[in-house]
């Protein structure tokens, strides 16, 4: 005999076909194989889902993948992967760079550290290193530094600045400030081999510092301003990689890992009155030997 039966409760949501035949749990009961345009509620009803708007597209339109950073009710955002590049939208707009006319003086190291003043402290070791990098050994305590001055003249002056850093082999020290040894600008922080883009918004002049005490060598790849429009991150995953992302969130970094690669994302979003001061984002790539994550 065929028996109407009323449910009241639809809160488990979704359930995979593989588990319909577990009768034997009241969970199950309280599930559904489809559920197309409904969402279930904590208290076990359900609602017709919520109308979208469009909000822009990938870059490129490119398969994404997105990945929720929740630090704090005010502080959010949604990272935007796709083959190798990482984007970051806050506020359900990405993340730019300002326009503007600074230059750092052969911050790539094509085939010298002309421009960059030799800081070294008795004991450390600055010097090029073939291939293009910046390179930096100390022996411990006493510490290898370059550093330069940049000229911000005009309108570019109060203006926020973003600086793309490439590490080939961290950590290195990086410190930017108003005068010579300073980090009033950006504190005194470790950066690890990766990319990294950070922010300053400098009244004058600013001086970039690298250093570090290591026995073994650091090496610096480049340090340009960036350019202006959406900020944009080299990350190290094609577009088959994307479907195999996992992530997981601790405090302010995220976690991301593929079968081959462990990442981190960071950012730091500081509010005044609602708006955004900086940003700050540093996507961190580890592959040590012999490691597999699966």
């Given at each position: 005999?065929?028996?109407?039966?009323?449910?009241?409760?639809?809160?488990?949501?979704?359930?995979?076909?593989?588990?319909?035949?577990?009768?034997?749990?009241?969970?199950?009961?309280?599930?559904?194989?489809?559920?197309?345009?409904?969402?279930?509620?904590?208290?076990?009803?359900?609602?017709?889902?919520?109308?979208?708007?469009?909000?822009?597209?990938?870059?490129?339109?490119?398969?994404?993948?997105?990945?929720?950073?929740?630090?704090?009710?005010?502080?959010?955002?949604?990272?935007?992967?796709?083959?190798?590049?990482?984007?970051?939208?806050?506020?359900?707009?990405?993340?730019?760079?300002?326009?503007?006319?600074?230059?750092?003086?052969?911050?790539?190291?094509?085939?010298?550290?002309?421009?960059w003043t030799d800081n070294d402290d008795a004991g450390g070791t600055s010097a090029f290193v073939a291939g293009g990098f910046m390179g930096l050994a100390g022996n411990g305590t006493a510490a290898a530094k370059r550093e330069q001055e940049v000229t911000v003249t005009g309108s570019d002056i109060s203006t926020e600045h973003?600086?793309?850093?490439?590490?080939?082999?961290?950590?290195?020290?990086?410190?930017?400030?108003?005068?010579?040894?300073?980090?009033?600008?950006?504190?005194?922080?470790?950066?690890?081999?990766?990319?990294?883009?950070?922010?300053?918004?400098?009244?004058?002049?600013?001086?970039?510092?690298?250093?570090?005490?290591?026995?073994?060598?650091?090496?610096?790849?480049?340090?340009?301003?960036?350019?202006?429009?959406?900020?944009?991150?080299?990350?190290?995953?094609?577009?088959?990689?994307?479907?195999?992302?996992?992530?997981?969130?601790?405090?302010?970094?995220?976690?991301?890992?593929?079968?081959?690669?462990?990442?981190?994302?960071?950012?730091?979003?500081?509010?005044?009155?609602?708006?955004?001061?900086?940003?700050?984002?540093?996507?961190?790539?580890?592959?040590?030997?012999?490691?597999?994550?699966?």
């Amino acid at each position: 005999m065929i028996e109407d039966t009323s449910l009241r409760t639809f809160n488990r949501g979704l359930i995979s076909p593989l588990a319909l035949a577990r009768t034997d749990l009241e969970r199950v009961g309280l599930s559904a194989e489809t559920f197309e345009n409904w969402m279930p509620r904590n208290l076990g009803s359900m609602m017709l889902r919520p109308g979208t708007k469009y909000i822009g597209t990938t870059r490129s339109n490119l398969l994404a993948k997105f990945i929720p950073f929740v630090f704090s009710a005010t502080d959010t955002a949604l990272l935007e992967i796709t083959a190798t590049t990482l984007r970051v939208w806050v506020n359900d707009v990405l993340v730019t760079r300002a326009s503007v006319s600074t230059t750092i003086t052969n911050g790539t190291f094509t085939s010298n550290l002309n421009n960059w003043t030799d800081n070294d402290d008795a004991g450390g070791t600055s010097a090029f290193v073939a291939g293009g990098f910046m390179g930096l050994a100390g022996n411990g305590t006493a510490a290898a530094k370059r550093e330069q001055e940049v000229t911000v003249t005009g309108s570019d002056i109060s203006t926020e600045h973003a600086l793309d850093i490439v590490v080939e082999r961290g950590p290195v020290t990086l410190r930017v400030g108003s005068t010579t040894g300073d980090d009033d600008y950006i504190a005194e922080t470790a950066l690890a081999k990766g990319s990294h883009s950070l922010v300053l918004t400098p009244t004058g002049n600013f001086f970039i510092e690298f250093s570090a005490r290591f026995k073994r060598q650091i090496q610096v790849d480049s340090c340009v301003i960036a350019s202006s429009g959406d900020m944009e991150i080299t990350a190290p995953w094609a577009e088959v990689d994307l479907g195999l992302l996992r992530y997981d969130q601790s405090g302010d970094i995220v976690y991301v890992q593929s079968p081959d690669r462990i990442s981190r994302f960071k950012s730091t979003v500081e509010f005044v009155k609602d708006s955004i001061l900086y940003n700050n984002a540093e996507l961190v790539i580890f592959e040590e030997k012999g490691l597999t994550a699966k």
